[in-house]
């Protein structure tokens, strides 16, 4: 079966200090993982997915398969960067459905 | 303006009470899909569709049934409401083109059945 897990509810740091969100997943193929992120007051939205390898809003996050990991990570985190944050995989082949882990809240304190 | 629209907000109703829940995008989609998401856990996808008269059970078991008579509506129904279907309900669309396509969220409805 698909699961995400992400390990943490909370996560509060200061302006200026690092951050990871962690995630990690149970699927026996080769999955596509996600990072989906929902600011306060506004919709669920995608922030990077794995097979972009693309910087987002100063978010990184590699896919580690030995691992079955996908932590977010930013070096230094704003305040606008608080958020409730979502790691989702998608199974391959052509199913466009998304497993969900529980989301974990960041709060970036000045 | 492209956007995926979700009636109503919020929803306060009774036990046994029938109730339906919209959803509209004029994204140009062609996939839809409908999650529920209790407080404070995540997200599960309960239907979704690939297109018109095309709608499958997701994960979650759900009560409720879904239709897919026009591109660009779905539309989730309960015939008999009960306390445990209070909920918030995400409705999401992606694009048709090969590989993933970037869900798309609608701002959801917030339900509650006493």
């Known amino acids: 079966a698909q699961r995400v897990t992400q390990p943490e509810k909370l996560l509060s740091v200061f302006k200026g200090a690092p951050v990871e969100l962690k995630c990690n997943y149970s699927y026996s193929g080769s999955p596509e993982l996600f990072w989906y992120v929902q600011y306060s007051r506004q919709r669920l939205q995608l922030l990077l997915r794995h097979i972009s390898r693309e910087s987002i809003k100063g978010f990184t996050a590699d896919l580690n398969k030995g691992e079955t990991s996908f932590h977010l990570k930013k070096p230094f985190a704003q305040e606008e960067d608080s958020a409730m944050y979502y790691c989702a995989l998608k199974a391959q082949g052509g199913s466009e459905k998304l497993v969900f882990g529980k989301g974990m809240k960041l709060t970036v304190n000045p | 303006e492209a956007d995926i629209y979700q009636t109503p907000r919020y929803l306060v109703i009774g036990t046994g009470k029938k109730i339906t829940l919209e959803c509209s995008q004029t994204?140009?989609?062609?996939?839809m899909y409908w999650y529920q998401q209790d407080p404070g856990m995540e997200l599960h996808l309960i239907h979704y569709?690939?297109?018109?008269?095309?709608?499958e059970k997701g994960d979650l078991s759900s009560e409720s049934t879904v239709s897919r008579i026009r591109t660009e509506h779905f539309p989730l129904t309960l015939e008999s409401a009960r306390p445990s279907h209070t909920s918030q309900y995400l409705c999401?669309?992606?694009?048709?083109?090969?590989?993933?396509?970037?869900?798309?969220f609608g701002p959801g409805t917030r339900l509650t059945v006493l």
């Open positions: 994204m140009g989609h062609d996939k």
């Open positions: 569709s690939y297109g018109v008269n095309s709608t």
């Open positions: 999401a669309s992606s694009d048709r083109d090969f590989g993933y396509n970037e869900q798309f």
